[in-house]
């Protein structure tokens, strides 16, 4: 019966070592696509968000285990996409053309429309199997976040170019053109670790970026531009723990 005894204080004690030893804190990056969603419908005009190209993600942070199940996430993100693109029935609504008079035309092109994102968020981390190297999980991030859309009006440039316009004139910017908001993002993920140090994760979800529809030129909110920026984003992503409990 002693003997028992020693071999179960013996096993407890390894347990609590163990225990000791969890890794609490670990850095995150990751890299990825977005896509943004939204109402297509043309009234009168397409609103902003929808019609952007598919962009690429990046996200570093650090990430803190609250438990084995449960983890907080702080991290900084970037969303980018170089091309705004909408044709419909061949017409491509950033298409321009300057015309001298109504039979001769000086030039044609295309203006060119970007979007870049910055965002600072929370994300809490629930692990639905964590004694596993498999790890199921889902996320539901808070962000704050920087928006814009740099518009290069190659109509405008054109029409100074041409003595049409001053040079000294601003160019009407229809679309908007930067935004402070919160946003939401919730998504689902899957988490594979050979070892306590390491984890590769890939993780998909959406983002919801609450858009100021005052931030739009008037103009823009009369034909129906405005909208929050929703997007789908599909990521891949690296963590390397740096911390172990005894440490703190």
């Known amino acids: 019966m002693k003997k028992n005894g020693l071999i179960l204080a ?37 609103k902003q968000m929808p019609w952007y190209k598919p962009g690429i993600s990046v996200e570093a942070g650090v990430q803190f285990n609250i438990s084995s199940k ?5 991290e ?27 039979v001769t035309m000086l030039s044609s092109g295309l203006n060119e429309m970007s979007l870049l994102n910055l965002s600072l968020s929370v994300k809490p981390k629930l692990y639905l199997i964590p004694q596993n190297k498999f790890r199921p999980f889902l996320y539901a991030g808070l962000s704050i976040n920087y928006t814009k859309a740099p518009f290069r009006d190659r109509y405008w440039e054109d029409c100074i170019d041409f003595g049409l316009n001053d040079p000294g004139d601003d160019s009407p910017w229809p679309y908007l053109q930067k935004n402070f908001g919160f946003g939401i993002n919730p998504g689902i993920g899957i988490e594979y670790s050979p070892n306590d140090k390491v984890a590769f994760w890939f993780a998909s979800g959406f983002n919801i970026i609450f858009i100021n529809e005052n931030n739009f030129p008037y103009d823009s909110r ?19 723990s740096f911390l172990k409990s005894k440490d703190l």
């Open 222 to 240: 009369e034909n129906n531009v405005d909208g929050n920026l929703g997007a789908f984003l599909a990521e891949a992503g690296l963590r390397f």
């Open 76 to 102: 900084i993100g970037v969303m980018y996409s170089s091309k705004w693109h909408c044709v419909i029935d061949d017409y491509d609504w950033l298409m321009y053309e300057v015309w001298k008079d109504s």
């Open 10 to 46: 013996f096993l407890v004690f390894s347990l609590a070592v163990s225990a000791q030893f969890e890794q609490k804190a670990s850095i995150n990056f990751s890299i990825g696509t977005f896509k943004t969603l939204g109402d297509k419908t043309i009234d009168p005009v397409p």
């Open 70 to 74: 449960f983890s907080l996430i702080a």
